[in-house]
């Protein structure tokens, strides 16, 4: 007798079935904890007012930030829906499923599930990174090969203008120097970058990244606004001298309108805000070690700048490292005039920026280095790639180990449907009919499995990319979690489960495929 397709996916169903079971109590419990988050975060979404503290003083607008409370409620409300729904999605296949059953389609659930979110979370990582990188940096990089000096770049610019995918160049000049200000009189060692204003918008994302201030104030530094003595604040001049120097308690006292014109300067945040603890239109001394030349060798040189504004990447490294001046203030300071350190270029497509990068090299020719932006990060972005790796590996085992599971469930259901088996197979069933019998019962197991997983990790990522997840800024240096979704990661995701299922229904299937009638009927 053959079995046909339809009648052996019957079977399979049914022997996963279990009808007599009818226990509700996981399934309400997860629904309770599910209903109880989500409640909460309806509550602070619908009512924000309950949920923060009001800030502001005296000639401020009033401000609400979320209270450290709040913030922390969320995480659980979060966290305690996530359980609930873990619980609900248990309790509903105990209900309809046999207990080993439920647990491997439980585990296939996890297996799916959690390396979804976790890769997703990662690639968020990866592109939040990469964003902060292309703000700051473009992306290629043109240098000069060797240590000859860096004078010809304005010939060069004109050859990049006919390639292919660039948008806009700039050239630069970088050079370490130290900052300092009367609030730090020891200073902070710094990377001091020249740029074109005029070029820097189209090339570095400035503009995005800029808090305070504006770029055409390092080409117009008379144009910088001057302490405003309106913004004042009861006490901030507590401790000021006599000549109008702040010391680390308020901003400068007004010098009036015979100011000086110095070049400007653009600082990162925490350069700004903590480290010098400077204001819109400070003045900063910034020292070049080597870069004054005297009778004896180099001599430090030492020029005064005037706060143009502040930006923030959201990198530390760059936030507190890094500062622009226009590229001529910074070639007179440095006494380099008419060289740089190189070309820095934006492309239409970042993408393809290693391959602009080697149209732009065999343009040039012999002599210059060409790096993309992928190139000159390549350490980074591998580490990146590697803890990908590594983590869908680690991953993956919880599917492992629900295989393991899989197989034990379904060495069971054959000692226990030996009769069935025996009946089957003397009524003229062959042995492979057997085999796709149980080849089914694992199918089953891990579709179920793999559906509910995907729905899971794919429906955690909407809603985290949707209400966030809340960080610490302050430790994490990012507002909320990250999360980019994409659709090579979770196929590679659930055919790794797909493919560990199968595996998994072999050995079953062949132990009762090889199972004689006389064996299974012996005892009855």
């Keep these: 007798m053959a079995l046909g397709p339809g009648f052996e996916w019957f079977v399979a169903w049914r022997h996963l079935r279990d009808p007599e079971r009818r226990s509700r109590r996981t399934l309400l419990v997860g629904l309770a904890a599910l209903a109880a988050g ?15 503290i009001r800030l502001g003083s005296a000639g401020e607008f009033f401000s609400s930030r979320p209270t450290v409370l709040a913030e922390n409620l969320k995480v659980a409300a979060i ?22 059953t439920a647990i491997s389609i439980f585990g296939v659930f996890l297996g799916t599930g959690a390396p979804i979110i976790a890769l997703s979370v990662m690639s968020g990582f990866e592109a939040d990174l990469k964003s902060k990188i292309r703000a700051t940096k473009a992306d290629i990089v043109v240098s000069i090969d060797g240590d000859h000096p860096f004078t010809d770049w304005e010939a060069i610019e004109d050859k990049l203008k006919s390639v292919d995918g660039v948008v806009a160049s700039m050239a630069y000049l970088e050079g370490e120097v130290i900052v300092k200000h009367i609030s730090n009189p020891a200073g902070m060692g710094i990377i001091l970058r020249g740029i074109d204003p005029r070029r820097a918008p189209q090339v570095l994302d400035l503009g995005r990244t800029l808090i305070e201030g504006k770029v055409e104030y390092l080409q117009h530094p008379a144009e910088i606004p001057a302490d405003d003595p309106d913004l004042f604040r009861p006490g901030d001049l507590d401790g000021a001298d006599a000549g109008g120097k702040d010391h680390g308690k308020g901003k400068e006292a007004p010098r009036g309108t015979g100011r000086p014109v110095l070049p400007g300067i653009l600082l990162g945040d925490e350069l700004y805000a903590r480290t010098l603890r400077v204001y819109m239109g400070s003045d900063v001394d910034v020292a070049c070690p080597m870069c004054g030349v005297g009778p004896t060798g180099p001599v430090p040189k030492m020029r005064p700048f005037r706060v143009a504004g502040h930006f923030y990447t959201g990198m530390y490294e760059f936030d507190s490292k890094l500062a622009y001046a226009a590229l001529g203030d910074v070639q ?35 002599g210059y280095e060409v790096r993309s932006w992928e190139e000159l990060n390549r350490s980074l972005f591998m580490a990146l790639k590697l803890e990908k790796i590594a983590m869908f590996v680690v991953l993956t085992f919880i599917a492992l180990v629900a295989s393991f599971s899989i197989v034990s469930n379904l060495i069971m259901l054959v000692t226990e449907k030996g009769r069935e088996i025996a ?12 085999l796709r019998v149980f080849i089914a019962e694992g199918l089953y197991i891990g579709l179920l499995g793999l559906a509910l997983g995907l729905a899971l990790g794919i429906g955690t990522c909407l809603l985290i990319a949707r209400y966030g997840l809340p960080l610490d800024p302050d430790v994490y240096y990012i507002q909320k979690l990250p999360v980019v979704m994409r659709g090579g990661e979770i196929a590679s995701v659930a055919l790794a489960a797909l493919g560990l299922c199968c595996l998994a229904t072999l050995y079953p299937a062949y132990l009762a495929s090889r199972l004689r009638p006389v064996a299974g009927l012996r005892y009855e």
Excluded: C, H, N
């Design 423 to 434: 009946i089957l197979k003397s009524m003229g069933a062959r042995d492979g009919a057997i």
């Design 38 to 52: 989500a409640a909460v975060l309806m509550l602070m979404r619908l009512v924000p007012s309950l949920f923060t």
């Design 79 to 100: 966290i305690t829906a996530a359980v609930g729904l873990a619980l609900s999605i248990l309790g509903a296949l105990f209900a309809s499923f046999t207990v080993f």
């Design 332 to 366: 007179k300071f440095m006494g380099t005039p008419g060289e740089i350190t190189g070309i820095e270029i934006r492309t239409r497509d970042p993408d393809r920026a290693p391959e602009i990068a080697s149209a732009i090299a065999a343009r040039l020719g012999p």
